[in-house]
């Protein structure tokens, strides 16, 4: 019988320690929680001290059962989940269903006879585990109220604001302690970039040579010794006609050495936001590969093997063996003179960083990526070299540069204009020669590199060889991609990295966002629900509010203050807010916005009305209790945002999988085309062509009937319609006739329409619903010959397309010729 019973979260991780345990215990799984807040009701007594009830997961159950009763024959327990808040809160949940550790939750009971201890450790190898077991210690009460803090923050705000969104816009919206809050960060950044008003500005650069070396180019930065900004082409021309007469001396010439030090080991949400630069892989997959190799991988002959350190961390701390290992490996593999005297120490950032953990890195330094890479797949091959490639330059001297930068006269008389001109040269890799971190855009580094400069002297004369004035704008902030999005959360202090991959996936998933070029844009219901929480919940959905809870638990962790007395301050403001919103917010089910627009069938006023789908044109005139009322809508074709040249330059380039990296091919389903990933079935992502990147819209040479402008064809959730161009101010839609008169009705018009649900084209009379004809297929104005049926109708068989008879009686089709047929999409 085992002496003691070790239970984590995963089987795989629970494989990896038995390795090292031996036969001395028995290494069994939780799967995760064990026991959380019930969905069927709030789960928090607010009354009573914020009293919670926590239940078994359904689907658990079985799982308990096999634990306790493993758990009667062990001489000892030993919780081992993860060593964070949630993997606290599990150990706890576990001691209270076994019966040990004289606690239920709630209040201190009298011991059982289960002898329960909690063991942690940062990394997954035989001295972090076997020196974990000689240190194990008992629940840390203060890591449980943390976690259980912001279990009920997040419960009081899901269960009590999101059944206001159900009531007032639809059902199965949701609304985020965290979540919220990053929405609302990708609305302003929309709503910043939409009044953005650009301003023209001019660069001047003049391309010189010194007789002797490359020539090169200089940049105008000022006049005399003031610095000036050239705003438009007028004043662009004048500099550049006094330019071109003007005498060239070298002013000065600044020589220096400039160091360029290494980052720091990876913090979660530094892995997360290089590996969407380097790898294009999203938050939650990066999260998902490092998983596995926190947890181990199969090695060959040494088995399974963890081989990087939890993931979850805001920590750059380095443990004294690794620093060693990692000191000793770099001067025999890149010599003496990439090793500094001393090791090199990083302060984290993140305010309450938990320093007892460590920053992510390989368990091993001496296990070079390309050694192993034949027993690891693709993508956790490449996570796995970013990590060892951080932490083994993250210990390397560093990067040496020398640095020039020449200012130079361009004068006539006593006038005189100034340009500059930076170049740098690399004297030593340093840490650069394994890892180079990555950044948003290029920087003035950057640009000072690509300089390649000739030998210069003070008071030296050049030769003007070309000037290059060039225009430009300036341009708006950028919207948030992935990774921008981490680093915007994580100095902001928002939520916490652990938590991002969940929260980026949930705002997509509510189609609050969707992505264009890889960027974030609001959808409507986005941005809708956005100033609808914003404008009645002052408080709660601030960015500052929100990160002054996170520096709240990481006192509560720290035993600065007590959980209940945090939620009571929580509530105060959020039950204000809330009541505040019960009698103000917006119900836009109710909406019936006014337009100047008339109804294309009764000629009643069009209101704008809000559906399952979004906002949508409807007529005034509709009554749900009269069945021949008119019930005419159409699309209302949202003003989307523009998409700037760079992100049109991206939404052209080949999209990649979000979860894998790998390419996204276009493949054919039953319900139509949609997005797949090519490395199925390793990975089995796929997206609806309606979460596509929006399309650009195609001007067409017809005009608008109503205010004379061209009509666009547009992509909107049912296909392809045409509008005017002069939406919002027109808003005419172009109906899709077909050239034939109801033959039904006799009054209206066919029109071709594209069915909600399904999306499959059909053909319906223009009078509708006072005429209710309707064809599948479509109608061609031209006699039966057999039985004088007024019209026949296109059919697309295996054979080829076909013209044949709608009656059942009549037998009647002939072949259609290829180019006559309008296929039906």
């Not at 634990?67 to 327990?77: C, E, N, R, S, Y």
């Not at 007789?211 to 082409?233: H, S, Y």
């Not at 999209?655 to 091919?665: H, K």
């Not at 509008?723 to 034939?740: A, E, H, L, R, T």
């Amino acid at each position: 019988m085992a002496k003691g019973l070790v239970i984590v979260e995963s089987p795989a991780k629970a494989k990896t320690i038995q390795k090292y345990l031996g036969r001395g215990y028995e290494v069994e799984a939780s799967f995760g929680h064990v026991k959380d807040l019930p969905k069927s009701n709030l789960g928090v007594d607010i009354d009573h001290n914020f009293d919670t009830e926590y239940v078994v997961i359904p689907g658990k159950e079985k799982v308990l059962v096999k634990l306790k009763k493993l758990a009667k024959g062990a001489d000892a327990v030993y919780l081992a989940p993860d060593p964070d808040r949630e993997g606290e809160a599990i150990a706890a949940h576990l001691a209270e269903e076994l019966g040990g550790d004289g606690f239920d939750g709630k209040k201190k009971k009298k011991a059982a006879g289960v002898n329960i201890r909690r063991v942690t450790f940062n990394e997954i190898t035989q001295r972090a585990v076997k020196e974990a077991f000689e240190h194990a210690r008992d629940i840390d009460r203060n890591l449980v109220d943390a976690q259980q803090t912001r279990r009920v923050l997040d419960r009081l705000v899901g269960y009590q604001v999101s059944p206001l969104l159900w009531d007032k816009v639809r059902r199965g919206l949701s609304a985020g302690r965290v979540q919220t809050v990053a929405l609302r960060l990708i609305v302003d950044r929309e709503r910043e970039i939409k009044a953005f008003q650009k301003q023209e500005y001019w660069t001047i650069d003049a391309h010189l040579t010194a007789g002797k070396g490359p020539a090169f180019d200089a940049r105008l930065i000022g006049k005399g010794e003031e610095k000036i900004e050239v705003p438009n082409q007028e004043e662009a021309d004048k500099i550049t006609a006094f330019l071109k007469e003007a005498n060239w001396l070298v002013r000065s010439v600044e020589k220096k050495e400039r160091k360029r030090n290494a980052a720091a080991p990876f913090t979660t949400s530094k892995l997360q936001q290089d590996s969407a630069r380097k790898l294009r892989f999203s938050v939650k997959r990066t999260m998902m590969l490092a998983q596995r190799l926190y947890e181990g991988v199969e090695l060959g002959d040494e088995g399974l093997v963890g081989l990087i350190t939890y993931m979850r961390t805001d920590s750059t701390r380095v443990s004294n063996e690794a620093l060693g290992e990692v000191r000793e490996y770099i001067p025999s593999h890149f010599g003496a003179e990439y090793l500094p005297e001393t090791a090199n120490f990083f302060k984290s950032k993140q305010k309450g960083a938990q320093e007892a953990h460590e920053a992510i890195r390989p368990t091993s330094a001496a296990r070079h990526p390309d050694e192993i890479k034949q027993y690891l797949k693709e993508d956790e091959y490449k996570v796995y070299k970013l990590i060892w490639q951080r932490f083994v330059a993250s210990q390397m001297n560093p990067a040496v540069f020398d640095q020039t930068t020449v200012d130079i006269d361009a004068s006539q008389g006593i006038e005189a204009y100034r340009l500059r001109v930076t170049g740098s040269v690399l004297k030593f890799d340093g840490f650069l020669k394994v890892y180079e971190e990555s950044k948003e855009g290029k920087d003035e580094e950057d640009e000072a590199l690509k300089h390649k400069l000739p030998v210069l002297n003070e008071g030296q004369k050049l030769t003007l060889k070309e000037l290059k004035p060039e225009q430009h704008f300036t341009e708006p902030p950028p919207r948030y991609n992935e990774a921008s999005l981490v680093k915007e959360l994580e100095e902001r202090g928002i939520g916490r990295p652990s938590t991002y991959a969940t929260i980026l996936g949930t705002i997509q998933e509510r189609q609050y966002v969707t992505k264009v070029g890889g960027k974030f844009v609001p959808t409507e219901i986005g941005l809708v629900v956005t100033d609808l929480l914003v404008d009645n919940f002052k408080d709660i959905f601030d960015p500052a509010y929100t990160a002054k809870l996170e520096e709240e638990l990481d006192d509560i962790e720290e035993g600065k203050e007590k959980w209940t007395d945090a939620l009571k301050d929580f509530y105060k403001k959020f039950e204000r807010d809330l009541n505040y919103a019960e009698k103000h917010m917006q119900n836009l089910k109710a909406m019936e916005k006014p337009t100047d627009e008339k109804c294309e069938r009764c000629g009643s006023p069009l209101v704008i009305k809000w559906g399952k789908h979004g906002s949508f044109f409807a007529c005034s005139s509709y009554d749900k209790n009269d069945p021949n009322s008119c019930t005419f809508t159409k699309e209302n074709p949202i003003d989307l945002p523009d998409l700037d040249t760079a992100d049109m330059q991206e939404t052209s380039q080949e999209e990649y999988c979000e979860n894998c990296g790998r390419p996204m091919v276009l493949k054919r389903g039953r319900f139509g085309q949609f997005m797949a990933c090519t490395g199925y079935p390793d990975c089995k992502t796929t997206r609806r062509l309606d979460q596509a990147k929006k399309v650009p819209d195609v001007p067409l040479d017809e005009k608008c009937p109503e205010c004379g402008r061209n009509l666009l064809l547009r992509h909107g959730r049912y296909g392809e319609f045409v509008s005017c161009s002069g939406y919002p101010d027109c808003k005419y839609v172009k109906q899709n006739f077909i050239g034939m008169k109801c033959p039904e009705c006799k009054e209206g018009e066919l029109v071709e329409k594209r069915a909600r649900r399904r999306g499959n084209t059909f053909y319906g009379c223009s009078r509708y619903p006072k005429c209710k004809f309707t064809s599948a297929n479509k109608p061609v104005p031209e006699k039966c010959p057999e039985c004088g049926h007024e019209y026949l109708v296109q059919k697309f068989l295996k054979s080829g397309p076909v013209l044949a008879c709608p009656n059942e009686k009549c037998e009647y089709s002939r072949p259609l010729p290829q180019e006559e047929a309008q296929p039906v999409s």
